[in-house]
């Protein structure tokens, strides 16, 4: 499986971006998908995952209520719709693939460059 995240860029808080990343390769409904960041100085993050199949989803807490992750199988897309964007969520963000739901990121073995979202105050 390979990723490829796209959609980053500059924008002003409170703004809204939305990424995108697609994939190609055998997917399976048992995979989950999910979004990192990492912003600069500090350890990649855990953003959101969304299981291939059935489209449930998991998010971290500082993004709850914000961001919105969906998937669109038949076009092999996923999403990270991200609204009332923070400073603090500047961060190169990544997708990536993991055989079973965990937000720990050494159980993701696929993951695609990262695309930076810059948040201005």
């Known amino acids: 499986v390979q990723l490829q995240a796209s959609g980053g860029g500059l924008v002003q808080a409170g703004g809204s971006m939305r990424l995108s990343c697609s994939v190609s390769?055998?997917?399976?409904?048992?995979?989950?998908m999910a979004w990192f960041r990492q912003a600069p100085a500090k350890e990649r993050e855990f953003v959101a995952a969304?299981?291939?199949?059935?489209?449930?989803?998991t998010y971290a807490d500082p993004v709850k209520g914000r961001f919105t992750i969906s998937r669109d199988r038949a076009n092999d897309m996923m999403y990270l719709q991200m609204n009332s964007l923070k400073p603090e969520d500047t961060a190169l963000y990544y997708c990536?693939?993991?055989?079973?739901?965990?937000?720990?990121?050494?159980?993701?073995?696929?993951w695609g460059q990262g695309t930076l979202v810059t948040v201005s105050s």
């Open positions: 990536a693939k993991a055989n079973s739901l965990s937000t720990r990121e050494r159980e993701y073995r696929n």
């Open positions: 390769g055998h997917t399976f409904s048992s995979h989950v």
């Open positions: 969304i299981r291939w199949g059935s489209a449930s989803t």
